[in-house]
Every structure is written in structure tokens, then in C-alpha cells.
């Protein structure tokens, strides 16, 4: 069964057992990584209890920003926490070698022996002064990620932001303190 067919299938299996739902009461929201490994339902306990918000790195970037304070304006969160992960694929590139990739080809990449190179067939290339990015080594990115986000004049002072490590092998959620302290309610 090709991978359509496989969605539509589940989606309907899912329509028959879902139930009616409302907005979260628990007024949560998570920025995350969207990584696959992670499933911020199961490692948190969740089930229709907060908004997610995912992108590759979990960053903050302007348009998670954008999302986090919709969830706040209009849907009332009073926590937000910032959760990334050990192994991230944005740590295993810099800006120079995602522009230089994309240059040569807008194609598919591989990685070997740590270096990346574009993989065949070769599409037309693409110069680009994009940011994308990159995660340069943890916990620190994601201490700069709540600090951002804290210092974004659109984010209200009085909303606590948590910041979080998550072990894709383990499944353990470990708070950094350092950016939980960065992010905690300015009164």
C-alpha cells in the first residue's frame, strides 16, 4: 500500500474512534522540534492538552514566535515551553553548507562520514542568504532560543517559558535550568 493510501486509510479509522473536541483547558503551548522521534502527545502525557507548534530545530523563529503569541492572545496559553533534543539533524550542518548544498542543487542531500554532499539526480541550484538556522550545540541554542523569545516584544511579560532537553533514546524530558530561568515571567 503506497503511503497515500496508508494516510487516508488511517485518517479514516481515526474518524470512527475520535470523539468531540474543544480547545485545550490546560492553556499550554510547545515549541518543538519536527523531528519524527519525538511525539510530544507521548512524551508529555498529552492528549488535546496543548497547542504544538513544531520546526526543524524546535528555534524560534518569527513565525513560531507568530504562532505562540496567537496562542496567547486568542487562546488564552499561561505556559510555553521550548523543548529540543539530543541528536538533532540541524546540529550536523552549518548556514555555509546548507547555502553551499543548495547552490549546486535544490535536490535531495546525503550525509557521509560526516560530510554532505547532493545526491543524484542533480535539480538546477539556487543561490540563497537564508538563515536556516543551524542548532550549534546544546543546551546553549536552546538557553539563546528562550532568552529570543523572552526578549520578543510581542511576548507577554507575565508567561512562564520552560525550556527542556529531550533524549530520543531514552524518551527523558530533562528541564535546563539555565533557560527556564531565562524565561520565567518578568513582573
Not at 520546526?55 to 513565525?63: L, P
Not at 510555553?80 to 539530543?86: F, L, M
Not at 538557553?143 to 525550556?163: E, N, Q, S
Not at 524518551?171 to 527556564?180: C, N, Y
Request: net charge negative.
Amino acid at each position: 500500500m503506497d503511503l497515500r493510501k496508508r494516510i487516508e486509510a488511517a485518517n479514516a479509522a481515526y474518524v470512527e474512534r475520535k470523539g468531540p473536541s474543544g480547545h485545550p483547558d490546560r492553556k499550554w503551548a510547545i515549541l518543538t522540534c519536527m523531528d519524527a522521534r519525538m511525539d510530544p502527545v507521548q512524551f508529555a502525557g498529552l492528549a488535546d492538552d496543548a497547542y504544538v507548534i513544531r520546526n526543524a530545530g524546535g528555534r524560534v523563529t518569527e513565525d513560531a514566535v507568530r504562532s505562540l503569541v496567537v496562542s496567547a492572545k486568542l487562546l488564552g496559553t499561561k505556559e510555553w515551553y521550548v523543548i529540543h533534543h539530543t541528536e538533532c539533524g540541524m546540529a550536523s550542518f552549518t548556514n555555509e553548507t546548507m547555502r553551499a548544498l543548495l547552490a549546486e542543487s535544490t535536490g535531495p542531500a546525503v550525509q557521509e562520514g560526516g560530510v554532505w554532499r547532493n545526491a543524484a539526480p542533480f535539480l538546477p541550484g539556487a543561490e540563497t542568504a537564508m538563515d536556516f538556522l543551524p542548532v550549534a550545540g546544546e543546551p546553549a541554542c536552546l538557553i539563546a532560543d528562550v532568552k529570543a523569545l523572552r526578549a520578543h516584544p510581542l511576548v507577554p511579560r507575565t508567561i512562564p517559558i520552560y525550556g527542556y532537553m529531550y533524549d530520543i533514546h531514552t524518551g527523558k524530558l530533562t528541564e535546563i535550568e539555565e533557560a527556564s530561568e531565562a524565561g520565567r515571567p518578568l513582573r
